[in-house]
RNA sequence: GCGUCCGUAGCUCAGGGGAUAGAGUAUUGCCCUCCGAAGGCAAGGGUCGCAGGUUCGAUUCCUGCCGGACGCGCCA
């Protein structure tokens, strides 16, 4: 909450308290939750309704048994007169609108001005430590729209908790230790073989993207390789398909702070350990010749295989054992960001870390899931890429449309909706894209500092003493209000770890900007004025830049 | 059949117990001798899938139904 909303919020209680004793001190019992739940200032949709609206006459309705605007009258007549508050009405059911003054407004800009780049920045991590678990493509092929999708919104969401003072890490698993790599590598012997002459079969399994020739080509050329000796093809392999989406995650601005490997854990002994561990819980059984874990004990609707009659283990057992190092490491959030496709494992992963006992617990880890992504062209849909084959690969998207819209249209909806990728509209350098319709405002408000030969820094310096007061006008109101619900938003956001609030905010915050910017000019003879103005929009400039840092957009000079 | 998610403007999608349900796009007008027109202003466009329930108040919460996506392997 803003430092405005909760005073306001305590004030309105109080009055509350006031009004309920007055009616009878019995009813206080009744109306106290309500009441200490804080939760009854809300944002009138409509400007004309005040800069706030209490809804606690209606809420307390009930408890206390009287008419709402009978309890709204006495609330107001018990409110103090406040220095923020220019007036306040009842309204329409019970409603108490409040309007501020103009300085109470315009409070929110030497706080900008104050905290910079931390402008919007909460505690609500309180320093813990998050793993966020996003990507983690397996090295078979160049990285998909999906995976494109998974690195906009974990790299938004790790920024997000970060904003939050979570101490965050980012990590990328490679699956780098199963059937699909088996099937990579023979992919590229037998191309390698087609290549030299040497007549093979292509595996059924196999991938056909151009990039396995390729790779099979420099295999030929850099290594001279022995075409049976499998395990040089599958280390070439991987490595130049991780190199290659090592230099994709690069251009789309995403790092990494650490790659975790399948293979290691079973080097590492985990994947036995977490198996004996399991059979010491007492909740596995042998059938048919395979390991179960009773999976059912904890939620799921049937129980699954660990280890199969051939010996070899399932996927979901490394899972398991990769998510207690995940727990061992001490991070008391881990966050995987995945494709809905994956929701089935959900339960599988938990109940696994549930039965080893090692006080887990049930909503560890979390799932940020996001649906498919379709990408038009034309008014028809994509679906091939000349490198991969079969499916649209963020290489393709970035060269396209460029970096940051790719990464404002993939982190632009909420993950668990499926979306249609326009790349019509992301390549448009005209005013349809909402890209630049963001980006164009950072733009023109550095144009207008710079036409008035200031900046940032400059405006903050005077920022203590400049009249504030002046800024009276429907656009400014609306603007200071959008700047000071930055940090509302932002909290939002990190609690339903959902980065597409930003960019609501972003379209809207910009859409004030340039509504101002068309119906006042800020470089004004009136020095007050213009030093007031100015303020505001170095302040704007700034919540624009923070909020597009957050999801890795750039925010330019100019355009 | 069971499970998860989703049905909101022509299209793509936000919102989520509160006042007249929003944005972009598309359509139609208007606004640069003036800080960047990559912008602004205005108009039209809606049974918030359907039916019940809870509530002072439901598009929002609950139940059922209809429609869609995805899961339900000794695949990963």
Redesign the pocket.
Known sequence: MNDIKSSLSSVFGDAARQAVTAFSPDLITAAAPVIDAANFL?R???A???DY?C?LP??L??AVKKN?REIAQRMKAALPALPTIARTEI?????I?VYLTESARAAVIPQIFAQKERYGCRDLGRGQSALIEFVSA?PTGPLHVGHGRQAALGDAIANILSAQNYNVHREFYY?DA???IHNLTLSVQARAKTLSGIPFDFPENGYHGEYIVEIAQRYLSEKAGDLDDLEAIRSFAVKALRDEQNVDLTAFGVAFDNFYLESSLYTDKRVDTTVNQLIASGKTYE????LWLKTTDFGD??D??MR???G?Y???VPDVAYHVTKWERGYSRAINIQG??????IARVRAGLRALNMGIPDAFPEYV?H??V?VMRGGEEVKISKRAGSYVTVRDLIDEVGRDAVRFFLS???A?????F?ID?ARA????N?V??VQ?AH??AM??LR?AEVDENKMAQSATNAPFHLLTRPHEAALLRRLTDYSDTLA?AAKEL?P??VI?YL?DLA?DF??Y???????VDDADLRHARLCLVAATGRVLKNALALLGISAPQ??
Not at 91 to 95: D, K, L, N, R, V
Not at 287 to 290: C, L, R
Not at 340 to 345: A, I, K, Q
Not at 429 to 432: F, S, T
């Open positions: 809300e009138p949709s409509n004309a309704h005040g609206a809804t209606m809420l309705a009930r709402p309204a329409g059911a019970g409603f609108n397996n699956n199963g059937n699909q059938q048919d010749g395979a609707d049937k699954r295989v199969k009659a051939d070899s399932t996927y979901f809905s496709d994956h929701h089935g494992t899931l649906k498919m379709t632009m909806r909420k668990d909706t499926e979306f249609v326009d509209l350098k005209a005013e349809e909402p630049y319709y164009y733009a023109r144009s207008v036409q939002v959902s597409h609030y609501a379209r859409s340039h509504g910017y068309n119906a006042e000019r800020f470089i100019a355009m």
